[in-house]
């Protein structure tokens, strides 16, 4: 039996074991694999940011089996985040809610908000159950690398770092959660994912903001994030063919990422195909980057899917893997980005 092996597992009552003594587990969730961690256990929230090298200030998700034990966490909720919680979860969307005194500060990065979400995975969900309480969970990749969206992945990113594996398959939704904060008696989009700005809007009746306030942090909204090794440059689709050429000429390795196989693709440029629903688009984005490591890349060419819908959350990711991210998200309407500026 190989290394890996003695840890991969689908044993929920095992990886509950793990948790209470203060051990990391790969858990499968519908968006990414996070690597989890008992919320309540100070050692075992340093853990986490031990392993992923991530700066202590980065408040992490709390995840739980059901929306009555918000109460366990928040001082208060609002009506809008109740009618949220009962439309969606469990499901994609993290709210952020203010925290109550005793909620460990490893787990809000010294925040006075905690991030809450009730996952949808068969295996997430009966892990929960069992425990009880609450887990932190972010993504199980090194800071600002890419997210895993397989149980291999996480091997290969972390390795003997993570105490024990729960293998639930590749990842239904391929994106992490949407984030949304409620200051000020609205809804602000923190982070967008497969929980769009019109679902929020069409469940409360309220117009989301989608641009972050300085005051707030929130995962994944670094300026760089999400990032492989090869360069990711955004061009608009009529642009794709002369871009990679530009960089095979300056000697680089190029391939492209995008939804079609554009005619005229030199021999030799690996195309990366991102399929054209964007439902798929969002399954296959991380595989995608990972791969374009695995070929060695320098550049990787990509044309970003269309700007509604999931594309908004999808065209945040690559912004973002492009070190182009900026606090905000796409709009409806908003051109794709000038790979010169």
């Not at 979400?117 to 800071?143: C, I, M, T, Y």
């Not at 688009?281 to 991380?286: E, F, K, R, T, V």
């Amino acid at each position: 039996m190989s290394h890996i092996d003695s840890r991969l597992t689908t044993d929920v009552d095992r990886a509950v074991k793990v948790l209470r003594d203060g051990g990391l587990v790969g858990l499968p969730t519908e968006t990414v694999y996070g690597l989890a961690a008992d919320a309540r256990q100070a050692g075992a929230v340093a853990r986490i940011f031990a392993c992923k090298q991530r700066p202590p200030d980065h408040p992490l998700i709390v995840h739980i089996h059901r929306p009555a034990q918000i109460a366990q966490w928040a001082r208060e909720v609002p009506a809008a985040a109740w009618l949220l919680a009962e439309t969606f979860w469990p499901g994609p969307l993290t709210l952020v809610l203010p925290r109550l005194p005793d909620v460990p500060d490893g787990v809000t990065g010294g925040l006075d908000t905690v991030a809450l979400r009730v996952p949808a995975h068969p295996l997430a969900r009966e892990l929960l159950a069992r425990f009880g309480g609450g887990l932190a969970a972010p993504s199980a990749n090194r800071h600002g690398r890419v997210s895993p969206t397989t149980a291999q992945h996480v091997w290969s990113e972390l390795g003997d770092a993570v105490d024990l594996l729960l293998d639930g398959g590749p990842c239904r939704v391929g994106i992490e959660s949407t984030i949304v904060d409620f200051a000020d008696g609205g809804i602000r989009v923190l982070r967008p994912g497969a929980i769009t700005a019109d679902d929020l809007q069409r469940v409360t009746g309220i117009v989301p903001s989608t641009r972050a306030g300085s005051g707030v942090r929130a995962p994944g909204a670094m300026t760089s994030h999400y990032a492989p090794s090869a360069k990711v440059v955004l061009v608009a689709a009529a642009d794709a063919l002369a871009e990679v050429a530009t960089w095979r000429e300056r000697g680089a390795r190029a391939g492209l990422l995008c939804a079609c196989r554009p005619d005229g693709l030199p021999t030799g440029v690996p195309w990366l195909s991102l399929g054209v629903a964007t439902a798929r688009q969002a399954q296959q984005l991380y595989a995608r980057l990972r791969q374009a490591d695995e070929l060695g890349l320098d550049i990787l060419v990509a044309v970003p899917p269309t700007d509604t819908g999931l594309g908004v959350a999808l065209r945040d990711r690559l912004l973002r893997a492009a070190g182009r991210g900026d606090g905000r998200v796409f709009v409806q309407g908003t051109p794709p980005p000038d790979p010169q500026d």
